[in-house]
């Protein structure tokens, strides 16, 4: 196979298993048993970094003070409370994008 044909093959988005397949490891190295190992790996690290962000997050946001404040925030900014605030609008919000980043 020809390098244009090869890249032809080459899907648009990359992954950690494109890179397993195209890589120099011997093909017994390339089980489905590893495949399923390394998924593993990137589906347990997200999980973990997403958990601990939400475990911040409750926790600040439980917080009394910080709970009482940010709903005063919201509450102020949000005239109409059947009609959810576009992304934009809610980025522009001070205090709830510093609870925000806090919770990173």
């Not at 020809?2 to 011997?26: G, R, V, Y």
Request: contains cysteine; negative net charge.
């Amino acid at each position: 196979m020809n390098s244009k044909e090869k890249e032809a093959e080459q899907p648009l988005l990359k992954t950690i298993f494109n890179e397993m397949f195209n890589s120099d490891l011997p093909p017994e190295e390339i089980s489905v048993e590893r495949l399923k190992d390394e998924a593993a790996v990137f589906v347990g690290a997200g999980t973990n970094t997403v958990r601990n962000t939400l475990h911040i997050a409750s926790f600040n946001v439980l917080s009394p003070a910080i709970h009482s404040r940010l709903r005063e925030k919201l509450t102020k900014a949000m005239l109409n409370k059947n009609i959810t605030l576009p992304w934009a609008e809610l980025e522009s919000l001070p205090y709830l994008s510093a609870v925000i980043q806090e919770c990173k």
